[in-house]
């Protein structure tokens, strides 16, 4: 049963990825992007990690690729207005073909390591108590700076949004 | 079936295909989600060695990392509109004006 659903989810991952690379509109790509993040949520569950699985489902479903498809329909994209991309699969065999041995290197590194029963578990692995004792104990100061950073953040998209208002009224007043 | 190699083919899938995505695409919002993507398959790498190796780390690093993609996100979405606005067009290669000078 377990190995069933890791095997459905990976499909849509893998699936999701791909239909991202394929399509030319960006609202089917944001959609298998949506549909990959979800499967992905899907396999942290699967990996004893039920707070992550949360946290991927709320921010990455949730808040980014929401933020993409409103920006998507906000910008109202025309058909015009896509590049037009003649090589797309030419590029993309290329990719391939530069991406596939460090795959391989990857994947031969890990199969050597020592097998182990990777299933689900009784025990509060990866719940949010013991995840929250770890974060402000051990990795208070990346924490910290976390919350600098994205306060950063929220100051400098206010900041993006803002300075072409000010732009548009200055030359206003020298005119 | 849910074995350390099958996991690890799952991952570096992810994150093969979201390189592919920065190499081949010129859609800038397409070239942004393959970096979302690169982010997501290195996140199930390290939750998936956080099971292996029965330690809590890398999930905490995994939460790092979805927190500095949100931030990601607020900015680069910020300045994608701004470029849109201004060129009316999502194409990679219009935005090269400051090195090229003459193509505009």
Same mark, same amino acid.
């Given at each position: 049963m377990v190995d069933?659903?890791?095997? =459905?989810l990976s499909?849509?991952a893998? =699936?999701?990825a791909?239909a991202m690379?394929?399509?030319?509109?960006p609202?089917y790509?944001a959609?298998?992007v949506?549909i990959s993040?979800?499967?992905?949520?899907?396999?942290?569950?699967?990996?004893n990690?039920?707070?992550?699985?949360?946290?991927q489902i709320i921010?990455y479903?949730?808040?980014i690729?929401?933020?993409?498809?409103? %920006?998507?329909m906000f910008?109202?994209?025309k058909?015009?207005?896509?590049?037009n991309e $003649?090589?797309?699969f030419?590029?993309?065999?290329?990719?391939?073909?530069?991406m596939? $041995?460090l795959?391989?290197l990857?994947?031969k590194?890990v199969?050597?390591? $020592?097998?182990? @029963?990777?299933?689900?578990?009784?025990t @509060?692995f990866?719940d949010i108590? $013991? %995840?929250?004792t770890v974060?402000?104990?051990?990795?208070?100061?990346a924490f910290e700076?976390?919350?600098?950073l994205l306060?950063?953040?929220? %100051?400098?998209? %206010?900041?993006?949004a803002k300075?072409r208002?000010k732009k548009v009224?200055n030359? =206003?007043?020298v005119? | 079936m849910?074995?350390l190699t099958s996991?690890?083919f799952?991952s570096m899938a992810l994150?093969?295909?979201?390189?592919?995505?920065v190499i081949?695409r010129k859609?800038i919002?397409?070239i942004? #989600?393959?970096?979302?993507?690169?982010l997501?398959g !290195?996140?199930?790498?390290?939750v998936?060695f956080?099971?292996?190796?029965?330690?809590?780390?890398p999930q905490?690093? *995994?939460? #790092?990392?979805i927190? !500095?993609?949100?931030?990601?996100?607020?900015?680069?979405?910020?300045?994608?509109?701004?470029?849109f606005r201004?060129k009316?067009?999502?194409d990679?290669? !219009?935005? *090269? *004006?400051?090195t090229?000078?003459?193509k505009?």
């Amino acid at each position: 049963m377990v190995d069933l659903l890791f095997l =459905g989810l990976s499909f849509l991952a893998i =699936g999701g990825a791909l239909a991202m690379i394929v399509y030319k509109d960006p609202m089917y790509s944001a959609l298998g992007v949506l549909i990959s993040m979800l499967s992905v949520a899907g396999i942290f569950a699967l990996l004893n990690a039920s707070f992550l699985f949360m946290v991927q489902i709320i921010v990455y479903a949730g808040a980014i690729m929401t933020l993409i498809l409103f %920006i998507l329909m906000f910008l109202n994209i025309k058909e015009e207005d896509l590049p037009n991309e $003649p090589n797309k699969f030419k590029l993309i065999a290329l990719g391939a073909v530069i991406m596939i $041995p460090l795959n391989f290197l990857v994947l031969k590194a890990v199969s050597k390591l $020592p097998a182990k @029963d990777l299933l689900l578990t009784n025990t @509060d692995f990866g719940d949010i108590g $013991p %995840i929250g004792t770890v974060l402000y104990t051990d990795w208070l100061v990346a924490f910290e700076l976390i919350s600098i950073l994205l306060l950063i953040a929220l %100051i400098g998209s %206010i900041v993006l949004a803002k300075k072409r208002n000010k732009k548009v009224k200055n030359k =206003g007043a020298v005119s | 079936m849910i074995s350390l190699t099958s996991l690890a083919f799952v991952s570096m899938a992810l994150f093969t295909l979201g390189a592919i995505g920065v190499i081949s695409r010129k859609n800038i919002f397409v070239i942004y #989600m393959s970096i979302e993507m690169m982010l997501n398959g !290195i996140n199930l790498f390290l939750v998936t060695f956080a099971r292996y190796h029965f330690n809590m780390d890398p999930q905490i690093i *995994t939460i #790092m990392v979805i927190a !500095i993609a949100a931030a990601e996100a607020a900015i680069f979405l910020s300045v994608i509109i701004l470029l849109f606005r201004s060129k009316k067009s999502l194409d990679t290669d !219009i935005f *090269t *004006t400051l090195t090229q000078g003459e193509k505009s």
